[in-house]
């Protein structure tokens, strides 16, 4: 039996399978998407809540998924602008006198039997997986990247049917992406700002992180002006008129930052990388970084529980070791490759 493409329809009919069972059927597949079982695990205790008749509805309902998420994500992927009406408009397409001269008049001689190559099918088959040989369920906790398109499209269908919705639109999708870059970008912005030194622009951006602290017992630093921490974009004249305001020249820019790594406290040039401590202070002050409690929550107890790493030495000694291993490794090949004399 085929599977159906329409998420919709493979919704309705495993939901009809299962009856009251589905809300089971859903806790599972959101215990899978959160790595708390395996896939073998999430198909036999799906199998036990069908029946043998319907087993076929879950893997139909889980094409179905694979097949939505996969659609939007290869729909953001950059498409390419050279058949676009920008492109062409803009003169960068090739002259009709050219295509007309590349273009090469049809041969009268010419037969359908001399133009029929015929091709092995077999070649263009996708190959067969063994069970051995399928790659492993990709997450974005092990491979240390942002979550893309696909899985947040998933856990949005999972969480939008237990909430009794009948799916997910595109848009929503594209905006939790831009949430989740967003409020990663607060979180690290928090975190860098209790290591480094920054600038307020408008007294509420922050910015220039990492830059030189001036020393407040100098004179000369209650009286340096920084032009860059506020923006006036005009400036009232003698008469009362409005006019834009004149940005400073490059030259006085560098007299200002000269001036200010004068007037600069001696800070040490290398620090060491963030480690969980830091993270773990930053969200203590600054709690507002999280608004939900209970992401909050969860989040201190994952950190308190991870909180012991390797240090900068101990992962300086493993560089020196594993550089140690593949000389020996080296020196080992070269070994048995140099010719035996008698």
Known sequence: MAASCDLNVAKRNLSDALGDSMKIYLGNLKAWFKQKMTKEEFDLESRRLLKEEFAHLHNDFLLAIF????????SMAPKDITNSPQYLSAG?????????????EPS?????PQRFAPVNPLLYAPPALTRDEETSL?????????PDASLIHGRMFVNAWESELEGVTDDSVKMVMLAVEHHLKNILTVVLSRRNAYKLRE????????GEVSNPYLRQSALTDDT???????????SGYHIPTIRPSTDLGEASAAKQISLAVDMPRTR?????FDLLEALQLHKDSIPSHTVYATNIERIIHKLWHPSKEELEQDLIHQQEMMYKQQNNSLHHHL???L
């Open 67 to 74: 097949t939505k998420c996969g659609s939007l994500s290869s």
């Open 92 to 104: 960068k397409c090739p002259k009709r006198k050219d295509l007309k001269s590349r273009r090469k």
């Open 108 to 112: 009268s001689r010419s037969s359908f």
């Open 138 to 146: 990709g997450f974005c906790s092990r491979e240390l990247t942002l």
């Open 203 to 210: 007294g509420r951006f922050k910015f220039g992180m990492g």
């Open 228 to 238: 860059s921490t506020q923006s006036e974009a005009t400036s009232i004249t003698t």
């Open 272 to 276: 060491g990388p963030v480690t969980l």
């Open 339 to 341: 010719p035996i004399r």
